[in-house]
């Protein structure tokens, strides 16, 4: 199965707080059945204790170790809002990326993330883009062995 699909994109979002931006990300995941509403609590977790923003306008949310458990499927999820979210004091967050990764699937997982949003030009067409297709292209890469 892909790690991700239509199901799993969200464009045009709105949210007050990077924490209902998150909850937005980790619904998608549940509604996908990837992962149980525990792992969405272990999201939130996370982000008190860590912060999840990675630059160029992308927060990267995902469950802590102990939610593992709670992961049904690896699939990621990626709520786009075109007037950003503040995440950390002056940064703000335009795509947010849920990861729910089983095994060791996550770092490989990362590692094509980190690829395409190092790059603030790929970043910014994914911010833009209308059609769920051209987010599900670039971010959607089947998961390789490492």
Do not use: C
Request: glycine share 6%.
């Amino acid at each position: 199965m892909a790690i991700l699909t239509e199901a799993l994109v969200r464009l045009n979002a709105v949210a007050d707080s990077k924490e209902a931006a998150i909850k937005m990300a980790g619904d998608l995941l549940v509604q996908a059945g990837r992962v149980t509403p525990a792992y969405v609590e272990g999201m939130l977790a996370r982000e008190r204790t860590m912060s999840t923003y990675m630059g160029n306008g992308v927060a990267i949310p995902h469950g802590e170790f102990e939610n593992r458990a709670d992961i049904l499927e690896t699939g990621i999820s990626v709520v786009q809002f075109p007037e950003g979210i503040v995440w950390e004091d002056e940064e703000r967050a335009y795509l947010v990326i849920g990861i729910a990764a089983k095994a060791d699937e996550h770092i490989t997982v990362l590692a094509n993330l980190a690829e395409v949003v190092e790059e603030e030009e790929d970043v910014a067409a994914l911010v833009r883009a209308t059609d769920p297709q051209v987010i599900i292209q670039r971010l959607g890469r089947p998961v390789q062995e490492a």
